[in-house]
C-alpha cells in the first residue's frame, strides 16, 4: 500500500496493520504459520521441479489430486505432518525442509 493511501485511511479512522495485529496472533501462532506456508510453498516447488501436474504428484503421494491443492494452498485441514512427509516423498531431505523455514 502506497503512503498516500495510507495515511488517507489512517486520517478515516482505519487502522493499518497486519495479519498479526488483525488476528490477535501470538509469535507462537505466527511461526507456525509462516512454518506451514513455507512447507505448502516448497512442495509446489519441488513439484514443478519435477514437471509434475498435481495428479501425478497425487499417485506418487498415494492422495488425491485435490489434497494435493489443498497441501499446496496450506488448507486448515492439512496438517504440518502430512507437508514434512509429501517433502519428504517428493525427494526432500531433512536439510532441504530446515530450510524452508
Known amino acids: 500500500m502506497n503512503a498516500t ?20 496472533l501470538t509469535d507462537e501462532e ?29 499417485k ?6 485435490s489434497r494435493v491443492a489443498k497441501m499446496e494452498s496450506a488448507d486448515k485441514s492439512v496438517s504440518i505432518d502430512l507437508l514434512v512427509r509429501a517433502n519428504l516423498a517428493l525427494g526432500a531431505s531433512p536439510r532441504d525442509l530446515k530450510l524452508a523455514f
Do not use: C
Not at 493511501?5 to 490477535?24: C, H, I, N, S
Not at 510453498?41 to 497425487?58: C, Y
Open 60 to 65: 506418487l503421494l498415494h492422495t488425491s489430486q
Open 5 to 24: 493511501k495510507r495515511k488517507k485511511l489512517e486520517a478515516a479512522g482505519f487502522v493499518v496493520g497486519g495479519t498479526r495485529e488483525f488476528l490477535g
Open 30 to 58: 505466527m511461526a507456525y504459520i509462516e512454518i506451514k506456508r513455507a512447507l505448502s510453498e516448497n512442495l509446489q516447488t519441488r513439484r514443478k521441479q519435477q514437471k509434475l501436474t498435481q495428479v501425478q504428484a497425487a
